[in-house]
């Protein structure tokens, strides 16, 4: 039985509502719908019904329940508390999955483990595993082809979607997909190298014998839109990074004829660290919040 399914079940019984109790604790609405159904199913009955002009309300079962569920949330809450100093949980990622792809979860972690500090480093993925690897940090979010190491433990938070983006004044924007031909004597802007989408596309660049007018390196997704947005180049970024410009139709994504571009975010974590309090509470969150079936 999962601590947070029981402490969504709380939040809900006093909000009357799924939705605030999602925005409290940091989760998307359907992710606290999950909660209270893995628990209904464990438990065998059914904890909340709807009623017209007063929200969500508790069953007699659920009545019942409530009372039990805060005791077991609060002696959960004691002991997880330190005996001494409080804990501290660093981690390494990109920023660009820390303002989108983590956002969620980055917010939830500190609310309900107030006793540990959290400590965010921002690097590219080679960076930030090599980081894990030094021992300099507990833990490593990247975007990258599915990473097999000796080293790590590896937990799969979500697949990502990679896409070549341009203005939709771009004379490219006509297109659907992108041959290796549309690249030649073109502007091409890319973050820096060591992050996983850089050389992705370099690979590509190199394999198909591609000879770009020029290519930008810019360790800035802002800096690389501003150009972009005046026509000055394409980039080659995760969709998820730039999701509310492509939305609002001032990127348009095109896809790269027979080449496959998808890509993982994933937690790394060194096999004989995985049982410290702090990081175990970590990958139970992003268990929740993984958008992964």
């Given amino acids: 039985m999962d601590i947070q399914h029981l402490t969504s079940f709380i939040e809900i019984a006093n909000s009357k509502s799924f939705t605030k109790t999602a925005e409290k604790l940091g989760y998307v609405q359907s992710s606290v719908s999950a909660h209270i159904s893995t628990l209904e199913k464990e438990l065998g009955v059914k904890l909340f019904y709807r009623q017209t002009g007063k929200g969500v309300q508790l069953t007699n079962e659920g009545k019942h329940m409530l009372p039990i569920v805060e005791q077991i949330v609060s002696l959960a809450s004691q002991l997880a508390k330190p005996s001494s100093s409080p804990e501290?949980?660093?981690?390494?990622?990109?920023?660009?999955?820390s303002r989108t792809r983590l956002k969620d979860l980055f917010h939830a972690y500190p609310?309900?483990?107030?006793?540990?500090?959290?400590?965010?480093?921002?690097g590219n993925c080679t960076d930030n595993l090599?980081?894990?690897?030094?021992?300099?940090?507990?833990?490593?979010?990247?975007?990258?082809?599915?990473?097999?190491?000796?080293?790590?433990?590896i937990q799969v938070f979500s697949q990502e979607s990679l896409s070549v983006l341009v203005s939709p004044e771009h004379p490219l924007a006509k297109k659907e997909e992108l041959a290796p031909a549309d690249f030649q004597q073109l502007d091409i802007i890319l973050t820096e190298k060591g992050c996983s989408y850089h050389d992705l596309f370099i690979r590509y660049i190199q394999e198909n014998h591609i000879t770009p007018r020029k290519i930008v390196e810019i360790n800035s997704i802002s800096a690389i839109l501003e150009l972009v947005h005046t026509c000055q180049g394409v980039t080659f970024l995760?969709?998820?990074?730039?999701?509310?410009?492509?939305?609002a139709n001032k990127l348009h994504p095109l896809k790269l004829i027979g080449q496959k571009t998808d890509m993982f975010t994933q937690i790394a974590t060194r096999k004989n660290k995985t049982s410290a309090n702090a990081i175990k509470l970590f990958l139970n969150d992003c268990s929740s919040h993984s958008t992964l079936e």
């Fill in 238 to 247: 995760p969709e998820i990074s730039v999701l509310n410009q492509i939305i």
């Fill in 88 to 97: 501290t949980l660093s981690i390494a990622t990109i920023e660009s999955l």
């Fill in 111 to 122: 609310a309900a483990y107030p006793n540990i500090n959290l400590v965010i480093n921002y």
């Fill in 130 to 153: 090599n980081q894990l690897r030094q021992e300099k940090v507990d833990i490593a979010i990247v975007l990258a082809p599915k990473i097999i190491d000796p080293e790590f433990s």
